[in-house]
Each structure stands twice: as C-alpha cells, then as structure tokens.
C-alpha cells in the first residue's frame, strides 16, 4: 500500500514541474523590468556617492536632446527609475489579467522586484541624498555616525526597507484568502511610499542649497512615516478603481485634465502634491469614518443584492 500511495504523489509532482516550464512571457518580461529598474536606481545612487566622494560634480549628468533638464544629475536619475519601475509594475498586472495568464510565480515574483525596486532603491537614493548634502556638516548616514541624525537617517533607511519587506509579504498571504477586497488596500502600497520618497528626492532640484539641505534633513522623516503607513491596518483606495474607473462626476474629469495640465508646467512640485495626498488620504479617511460615519450612516432598506451591487461599483 505504500507503493501504491507514493505513485500519485510523484506523478503529481511531475505535473507541477510542467507548470513551472511554461510561463506567460509577457508579463513576466515586464516584472523582470521592474527588477531591473530598481537595480539600476541603486546603481545611480551609489554612483551620485560614489563621485561625490571623489570630488567629481554630479550636475549635468546627461547632455543633449534636453535630457539634462528632466534628470540632471545621478540621483534624479535613479528616481525617475523608480518611478519606471511602478508603470512596469502596474502593467505587468493588467497584461496578466487581460490575457489570462495570473499564476502564483508571477505574483512571487512581482513582490521581489518590489521589495527592490519599491524597497531597497528608495532607500539607498536616500541615504545617497542626504550623504551628498549634508556630509559638509559632517552627517553621514551610518549605524556607525557620530552624529545622530547619521544614525536616525540610516536607522530610517533600514526600517523603510523591512517594512516594505512586511507590506508585500502581508499582501500576499491578504490575498490568498476568500474574504480578499480587491478594492481596497490595508495599509499604504509599497508603490505608494516609494514614490513619496522618490518624489521629494526629484523636486530637490527645484531649490537653492537652503532649500536641499531642508528636504535632506526632513526626508528621513518622511520615509519613516511611510514606512509605519505601509504596515498599518488603514484602508486605502485603488487610485485607478476610485477615479478612474466607472462612472464619475463630470466635474471630476475636469480636474483631472486640469491637473494633467498643472502637471506639465509643474512636474516635481505636483507630484510631490500628488503622491502626499495619496499618503495622507488612507488616515484622513479613517479618522473621518471613525468620528462621522455613525451620524452620516443611512439606514438601507433596499435589497441586499442591490446595496451590494452599488458599493461594488463605488
């Protein structure tokens, strides 16, 4: 009988094995993209450092087809990377259900291109920031720094990263289970915090030196509230699902072209609006449902099938 039990068993596991051959290429091709991106955003960090060291100027980093006026020097280099690697992010999920083609490999691997990519570059641009900055005050982030906001910095860096870690991992066991809500999120999505960090790295160039050295001493801050934001249990809206699609107020899509337009006069200022706001809407909302909820709540006497239907569709 043993004989016999062991036979399933290993059949069942050459049909696995098979699986494992065949994999969507397209968007496993665009997960790997994202990978990739992050990698190369830690590369330009670390070079920014790297020739800061050395004594070389890190302006003026690419040259002609005005390229040096959108990513002038190392570091906003490595954010625009970032913020690449959450457009391959994002499409590698609609490609996926658009042909089909959603397997748990893909979804394995979608979280580690984003613990790297959403993670660990987002970090290391920081820690890169703040070293170029303020290293003139003697602040060099490090676990081993003299100076304490070295070490906060560095203590910062190093909880964003595992935090992330947290988030992803947190989101895949969330959405394993029958209960899932694909509409919302618990806590602030690993993109979400990358591109507020990433996002005050990038308007950096829109200030003087005062102004640098202001955002490099509140960066650390700032990375560390996202950090605490992703790992909360606060309740955050799917942007493309909330505004984006279905039906919507006519005046909403006249804001939205209205910010298209602000956002092409003033790129880093709007995003640096854009991507706070997404942060801070998650506990404005909670604490909004939290205090007000049980006054503005109506009774529904409509059909359960009915009710459920429209909040689906909000």
């Known amino acids: ?3 016999v039990g062991k036979v399933p068993s290993t059949s069942h596991g050459r049909r696995k094995r098979r699986r494992l051959r065949s994999l969507p290429i397209a ?3 665009l997960t790997l993209g ?6 190369a955003a830690i590369h330009f960090a670390l070079r920014a450092m790297y020739d800061f060291g050395a004594g070389v100027d890190t302006t003026q980093v690419l040259t002609g087809a005005g390229w040096e006026r959108v990513l002038p020097s190392f570091l906003s280099v490595g954010a625009g990377l970032v913020l690449l690697g959450m457009v391959f992010d994002g499409l590698d999920g609609l490609v996926a259900r658009a042909t089909r083609s959603t397997t748990n490999f893909g979804g394995q691997l979608d979280s580690l291109s984003d613990v790297v990519t959403c993670g660990v570059a987002p970090a290391t641009l920081m820690v890169a920031f703040v070293t170029t900055e303020l290293a003139g005050d003697s602040i ?3 676990p081993l720094s003299e100076h304490a906001l070295g070490r906060f910095t560095w203590i910062a860096a190093a909880i964003y990263v595992a935090f992330t870690a947290i988030r992803l991992a947190r989101f895949n066991v969330e959405h394993a289970k029958a209960d899932y809500d694909p509409r919302m999120f618990r806590g602030l999505p690993s993109p979400g915090a990358a591109a507020i960090v990433v996002a005050f790295v990038i308007v950096r160039e829109q200030f003087g030196d005062a102004g640098r050295q202001m955002i490099a001493y509140a960066i650390p801050i700032v990375a560390l509230i996202a950090a605490f934001l992703m790992v909360s249990g606060i309740p955050y ?3 493309y699902r ?3 699609i279905g039906r919507r107020p006519f005046g909403q899509l006249v804001g939205i072209l209205l910010l298209f337009v602000i956002f092409w006069s003033y790129k880093a200022p709007t995003l640096v609006v854009l991507v706070v706001w997404y942060g801070l809407s998650g506990p404005i909302e909670d604490l ?3 205090c007000f909820g049980h006054r503005t709540k109506k009774p529904d006497n409509r059909p359960a099938k009915d009710a459920d239907g429209e909040r689906q569709s909000a």
């Open 27 to 29: 968007p496993t091709l």
């Open 34 to 39: 994202n990978l990739l991106c992050g990698f």
């Open 237 to 239: 809206r799917r942007f």
């Open 242 to 244: 909330a505004y984006l």
């Open 288 to 290: 909004y449902r939290r």
């Open 140 to 142: 060099v982030p490090s």
């Open 1 to 3: 009988m043993a004989v």
